[in-house]
């Protein structure tokens, strides 16, 4: 139980006896809250059967589970609660006090339930903290945990923090961002390979390497200071070998547990296959995806319970813009639905997004709320990623001309769309973090990336862009994930180039960041673009035209991807282009009378304000 001695929260207050009772999670709830009723976890030793008590609070019920450290108490939030430190008293089953433990009841902020989620009209941000920028390099190295810096090696620590991220919310805001999405910062004391984050030992706390709660909740007021929302990067599948259960798990259920290590075998289609055995479908749910990352079981009403309210503290604590939960279809799948709706229960106008990798749209549709079902499911996802049309995007800006347009692959791909519940509510993104980036992947043809940002900036969806994209990085030669997070250049004192001032970029870089910079404030300032509706034609001669409409705004977008100059005949578009006669490229400002033809300049991009 040592670790559970560590960093004791604010809210704990031992008596003078209490030398068994260790700390109680959450440490703190509000006032007002839909979910006024919550089941703290409080670690000790030998506390299972104690009872609790409270003059302040209305304790339901006190409960132990197989390990004798562990106690649950069930207590309600009165509407009336005062504001402050809330005692609960500890007793054995002879009535004599043990100790006492304190929990902070705090005042809700204004509004806070009818915060607004992201939405498609967001440009959202994804960052790895510790790949990014080295704010505080006092944190590099604490005392006590397993793993320290390494900046020489690329799957090492490499100092990047929350200190990083807050100093460079200006730099975010001059290139667009509304919404922040950073990969996990919550403690991951691992020996090794620990940076990336998901694989938690301490789903309260944030890792000390990148800062405190305190600096977690400062980045988030700072960032809405600047218009700029955060989303959490959440994990309810699975935690990290060193996190203190694992030591002494609450119950032998707590965790999936095999008698012997047994892997998930990611066959996803698995969970709707209707001729799937029993045996296969248990391995894809209760297998582990590594050893060091533990299955948990969401099946027990305990820790489903300590998940889902581990959640909405995070979302009222931080004042969150929206959740993207990890590995979305691998916890059970009943825990699915009761997690979201619990947090739109608390939250009706929130966001959640579930990564569900996979190239087929009917996976992934299927999580979303509105989709029709070929069960009785009811899901309350709000949020999908679109991994097709980013696999369809790639496939199709390389392609070789055959007997269609290789752009076809991208129409087919939206095509689909007519599975998803809500096609705006998308998450849409040229890579991510665990893929090669865009410029790689795209092997580094700067025609062919941006004619990739204004696909992704003009079609519907909610865009999500990895950092580094706006200056180009890359990862040639390469799918190590060390060298695809690679450090983004200025982060780090002494660092050559610095992207934050410019200052070493290639004028190709310093364009591509104005690119983008432009191609954001297009779509921030266009309803048409980042909400309206959707009218696209098949391509032909790889030339890709499709229109986005909003009430009385209309765009007309063309991607030509011949290295030719292309005459494109109007005549096919009318459905488009009715009523209007001259077309105004936005991005140089140029006018063009709307007659017959339109003439392409070769590997271009043109989004065309009709009037």
């Given at each position: 139980?040592?670790?559970?001695?560590?960093?004791?929260?604010?809210?704990?207050?031992?008596?003078?006896?209490?030398?068994?009772?260790?700390?109680?999670?959450?440490?703190?709830?509000?006032?007002?809250?839909?979910?006024?009723?919550?089941?703290?976890?409080?670690?000790?030793?030998?506390?299972?059967?104690?009872?609790?008590?409270?003059?302040?609070?209305?304790?339901?019920?006190?409960?132990?589970?197989?390990?004798?450290?562990?106690?649950?108490?069930?207590?309600?939030?009165?509407?009336?609660?005062?504001?402050?430190?809330?005692?609960?008293?500890?007793?054995?089953?002879?009535?004599?006090?043990?100790?006492?433990?304190?929990?902070?009841?705090?005042?809700?902020?204004?509004?806070?339930?009818?915060?607004?989620?992201?939405?498609?009209?967001?440009?959202?941000?994804?960052?790895?903290?510790?790949?990014?920028?080295?704010?505080?390099?006092?944190?590099?190295?604490?005392?006590?945990?397993?793993?320290?810096?390494?900046?020489?090696?690329?799957?090492?620590?490499?100092?990047?923090?929350?200190?990083?991220?807050?100093?460079?919310?200006?730099?975010?805001?001059?290139?667009?961002?509304?919404?922040?999405?950073?990969?996990?910062?919550?403690?991951?004391?691992?020996?090794?390979?620990?940076?990336?984050?998901?694989?938690?030992?301490?789903?309260?706390?944030?890792?000390?390497?990148?800062?405190?709660?305190?600096?977690?909740?400062?980045?988030?007021?700072?960032?809405?200071?600047?218009?700029?929302?955060?989303?959490?990067?959440?994990?309810?599948?699975?935690?990290?070998?060193?996190?203190?259960?694992?030591?002494?798990?609450?119950?032998?259920?707590?965790?999936?547990?095999?008698?012997?290590?047994?892997?998930?075998?990611?066959?996803?289609?698995?969970?709707?296959?209707?001729?799937?055995?029993?045996?296969?479908?248990?391995?894809?749910?209760?297998?582990?995806?590594?050893?060091?990352?533990?299955?948990?079981?969401?099946?027990?009403?305990?820790?489903?319970?300590?998940?889902?309210?581990?959640?909405?503290?995070?979302?009222?604590?931080?004042?969150?813009?929206?959740?993207?939960?990890?590995?979305?279809?691998?916890?059970?799948?009943?825990?699915?639905?009761?997690?979201?709706?619990?947090?739109?229960?608390?939250?009706?106008?929130?966001?959640?997004?579930?990564?569900?990798?996979?190239?087929?749209?009917?996976?992934?549709?299927?999580?979303?709320?509105?989709?029709?079902?070929?069960?009785?499911?009811?899901?309350?996802?709000?949020?999908?990623?679109?991994?097709?049309?980013?696999?369809?995007?790639?496939e199709g800006l390389k392609g070789e001309s055959g007997w269609r347009s290789s752009m076809t692959k991208v129409y087919e791909s939206l095509a689909n769309d007519y599975m998803y519940g809500d096609v705006n509510n998308i998450m849409i993104f040229p890579d991510n973090h665990d893929m090669s980036r865009i410029y790689t992947q795209l092997d580094e043809d700067y025609d062919k990336w941006k004619m990739a940002m204004t696909f992704l900036f003009t079609t519907r969806g909610t865009l999500q862009l990895y950092y580094g994209t706006?200056?180009?990085?890359?990862?040639?030669?390469?799918?190590?994930?060390?060298?695809?997070?690679?450090?983004?250049?200025?982060?780090?004192?002494?660092?050559?180039?610095?992207?934050?001032?410019?200052?070493?970029?290639?004028?190709?870089?310093?364009?591509?960041?104005?690119?983008?910079?432009?191609?954001?404030?297009?779509?921030?300032?266009?309803?048409?673009?980042?909400?309206?509706?959707?009218?696209?034609?098949?391509?032909?001669?790889?030339?890709?035209?499709?229109?986005?409409?909003?009430?009385?705004?209309?765009?007309?977008?063309?991607?030509?991807?011949?290295?030719?100059?292309?005459?494109?005949?109007?005549?096919?578009?009318?459905?488009?282009?009715?009523?209007?006669?001259?077309?105004?490229?936005?991005?140089?400002?140029?006018?063009?009378?709307?007659?017959?033809?339109?003439?392409?300049?070769?590997?271009?991009?043109?989004?065309?304000?009709?009037?």
């Amino acid at each position: 139980m040592k670790k559970l001695l560590i960093g004791l929260a604010f809210a704990v207050n031992i008596g003078a006896q209490a030398q068994d009772l260790h700390k109680i999670e959450p440490e703190s709830w509000w006032v007002g809250m839909e979910m006024n009723t919550v089941e703290f976890m409080v670690y000790g030793k030998d506390i299972s059967e104690l009872a609790a008590e409270s003059t302040t609070l209305e304790v339901l019920k006190s409960e132990g589970l197989e390990s004798p450290n562990y106690l649950f108490v069930t207590a309600k939030v009165p509407a009336n609660a005062k504001v402050g430190d809330h005692a609960f008293v500890f007793r054995n089953t002879k009535g004599k006090r043990i100790g006492r433990l304190t929990v902070h009841i705090g005042a809700r902020e204004e509004g806070s339930a009818a915060r607004k989620g992201f939405s498609s009209a967001d440009f959202i941000y994804l960052l790895t903290p510790d790949r990014f920028r080295n704010g505080d390099p006092s944190n590099d190295r604490i005392k006590g945990m397993l793993e320290g810096p390494d900046r020489e090696l690329q799957g090492g620590r490499h100092g990047g923090d929350l200190a990083g991220v807050i100093q460079s919310l200006d730099y975010l805001k001059n290139l667009g961002v509304s919404s922040l999405w950073l990969n996990p910062v919550l403690e991951n004391d691992m020996p090794s390979y620990s940076y990336h984050g998901y694989a938690m030992t301490d789903l309260y706390a944030v890792d000390a390497r990148y800062g405190s709660n305190d600096l977690y909740k400062e980045l988030a007021d700072k960032a809405r200071e600047k218009g700029i929302g955060l989303i959490m990067d959440q994990v309810a599948n699975h935690i990290g070998s060193s996190h203190p259960w694992m030591a002494d798990l609450p119950s032998k259920d707590w965790v999936n547990q095999w008698p012997e290590f047994t892997q998930t075998n990611h066959m996803k289609v698995s969970r709707f296959d209707p001729h799937a055995s029993d045996v296969d479908r248990k391995q894809f749910t209760n297998g582990w995806f590594v050893e060091t990352m533990p299955d948990l079981n969401q099946g027990n009403e305990k820790l489903a319970r300590y998940l889902i309210q581990n959640s909405i503290w995070w979302v009222e604590y931080l004042g969150l813009h929206g959740i993207r939960m990890d590995t979305w279809p691998y916890p059970e799948k009943q825990f699915l639905a009761d997690w979201t709706k619990a947090i739109l229960d608390e939250y009706p106008n929130f966001n959640i997004v579930g990564e569900e990798w996979v190239s087929d749209p009917s996976l992934i549709s299927y999580w979303q709320a509105g989709t029709a079902k070929m069960d009785d499911y009811t899901t309350y996802l709000p949020s999908v990623m679109d991994f097709p049309l980013q696999s369809a995007l790639i496939e199709g800006l390389k392609g070789e001309s055959g007997w269609r347009s290789s752009m076809t692959k991208v129409y087919e791909s939206l095509a689909n769309d007519y599975m998803y519940g809500d096609v705006n509510n998308i998450m849409i993104f040229p890579d991510n973090h665990d893929m090669s980036r865009i410029y790689t992947q795209l092997d580094e043809d700067y025609d062919k990336w941006k004619m990739a940002m204004t696909f992704l900036f003009t079609t519907r969806g909610t865009l999500q862009l990895y950092y580094g994209t706006e200056i180009l990085m890359s990862n040639p030669g390469t799918e190590d994930h060390g060298i695809i997070r690679s450090d983004f250049p200025g982060g780090w004192e002494g660092d050559p180039v610095n992207a934050f001032t410019g200052e070493g970029l290639t004028a190709q870089q310093k364009e591509a960041f104005a690119y983008i910079q432009s191609l954001a404030h297009l779509r921030r300032e266009s309803c048409a673009l980042n909400m309206g509706t959707l009218l696209h034609y098949i391509p032909q001669n790889e030339v890709y035209v499709y229109f986005r409409s909003f009430e009385g705004e209309h765009k007309m977008v063309v991607l030509n991807r011949n290295t030719a100059e292309v005459t494109l005949d109007l005549g096919r578009f009318q459905q488009g282009l009715a009523g209007f006669s001259e077309a105004v490229e936005v991005l140089t400002g140029t006018a063009t009378a709307l007659e017959d033809t339109l003439t392409l300049a070769p590997m271009g991009a043109f989004v065309f304000d009709l009037k």
